[in-house]
């Protein structure tokens, strides 16, 4: 028979609710009479196989093992006195799984969490592969936040050391959930570190994207297109993605082992580029929300009574809005109602004024020894910043109020008349 609320477990863990249920085991809500703290309880189930008993403590052996942030780790041991069912105990994290992280906004706090938790899961990852372990099962369910919003990984019923590892292959025992599983796990053909590495890209794109790579009415269907087909852009479901995310969560995702990250410690360095990428990219233009429009800018200051000015530019007329500060290198750039780019040292020390022909309501954009700005009046111009000289302009019908975008060899512009403007990098033609 299951277990149920309120039966008293050794003598010490008063089962309180069920958070979740397998077919060889139960995860329970306890309290720990003996320390006064609420735990997770693991209970096998009475009368299973002797494998998944075997499996059951293996994975309690395989915790036991495993001391780092990122793995949740075995608290006790034990055995239910009437029926002798194993159990164990681990911390009880309150956080759900790894997908209240999404699907990403285009706004610093929720991306700053999510390249924050992916980092640290990874990390983890690498731990728990240095160790000689494959998880084998990475699923959002096997990867929960803990009250810091930090990820842990659990659940290691299906682990693979090297000696069961040579036996699941060679029987042809196929294990694993099918929304998650790398390509050479569905074929049966031996899983490894960068095994887990798939699944665990396979996650992050559903926090991302809000779903898997692959869905499909059958698990067939699903395992086939882990084999055959190309994972979609996570763009394509959710643009809020940065390009920098995505391209990661794509070679996560790479059919062929060897094309993907070569281990979990790579790939937390690429998640660390890949900040550094979405940073920059804000750091460019003005943050106003994102699509929560919720204004907060988290990167701010921590302590702003304590600050104090280092110095002041008197300006030749009001700042416009929504033109911003922004800047780059040593220097910083804002917009004027009088028609002027205002450029000034970090150290206060003025660099140039560049002129427009009304005020300029868009947050300027720098592109190496170039600035790019455009004004009320719908005129974006490209200048030389050591010269000051303009290099081309182009009118459009209405003003632009959003911070130039460069990508490729391309402009991107966008006017208030909801027009997007794609201009040749190099001549400012359409």
Not at 57 to 65: F, K, Q, S, Y
Not at 364 to 384: I, K, N, S
Not at 408 to 426: E, K, M, P
């Amino acid at each position: 028979m299951p277990l149920e609320s309120g039966v008293l477990l050794a003598g010490r863990y008063e089962l309180r609710a069920l958070l979740g249920e397998g077919g060889s085991a139960q995860v329970f809500r306890a309290a720990d009479a003996l320390l006064g703290r609420e735990v997770a309880v693991k209970v096998m189930h009475a009368h299973v196989p002797e494998s998944d008993r075997r499996r059951f403590l293996r994975e309690v052996r395989t915790l036991a093992r495993l001391t780092h942030p990122g793995v949740v780790p075995v608290l006790d041991l034990g055995e239910e006195q009437e029926g002798g069912r194993p159990f164990f105990t681990m911390p009880l994290l309150t956080g759900g799984p790894i997908t209240a992280l999404g699907p990403l906004e285009d706004a610093p706090g929720p991306l700053a969490q999510f390249l924050t938790a992916a980092a640290f899961a990874s990390r983890a990852l690498h731990f728990v592969h240095a160790q000689g372990i494959v998880h084998r099962d990475l699923t959002p369910g096997n990867v929960l936040l803990d009250g810091a919003g930090l990820p842990r990984i659990m659940d290691f019923g299906l682990v693979a050391l090297s000696e069961q590892t040579r036996h699941l292959t060679r029987s042809g025992v196929t294990l694993g959930t099918p929304a998650y599983m790398a390509p050479e796990q569905a074929k049966g053909t031996g899983v490894d570190a960068r095994s887990d590495l798939y699944a665990l890209g396979a996650v992050l794109y559903r926090v991302a994207c809000g779903s898997p790579p692959f869905v499909g009415d059958s698990d067939q269907s699903v395992l086939y297109q882990h084999v055959y087909e190309a994972a979609p852009d996570p763009r394509e479901l959710n643009p809020a993605i940065p390009d920098a995310v995505a391209q990661v969560l794509l070679a996560l995702l790479a059919k062929r082992p060897e094309r993907r990250p070569e281990s979990g410690e790579v790939l937390a360095h690429l998640w660390a580029l890949a900040r550094r990428d979405v940073w920059t990219a804000h750091a460019r233009g003005q943050y106003r929300g994102g699509r929560v429009r919720s204004g907060e800018h988290p990167d701010g200051p921590a302590r702003v009574a304590r600050l104090q000015e280092a110095w002041s530019v008197a300006l030749p007329g009001e700042v416009t809005w929504p033109a911003a500060v922004v800047g780059e290198g040593d220097l910083v750039a804002v917009g004027t109602r009088g028609g002027q780019l205002i450029l000034t040292h970090t150290s206060g020390r003025p660099y140039a004024t560049l002129a427009a022909r009304d005020e300029v309501t868009a947050p300027a954009t720098f592109l190496g020894g170039h600035v790019l700005y455009g004004a009320w009046d719908g005129t974006l111009r490209r200048a030389e910043l050591q010269s000051g000289q303009e290099v081309w302009r182009h009118q459009a019908r209405a003003e632009f109020t959003g911070a130039p975008t460069v990508w490729a060899d391309r402009v991107l512009a966008a006017s208030r008349d909801g027009h997007l403007h794609a201009l040749n990098l190099r001549t400012g033609e359409l």
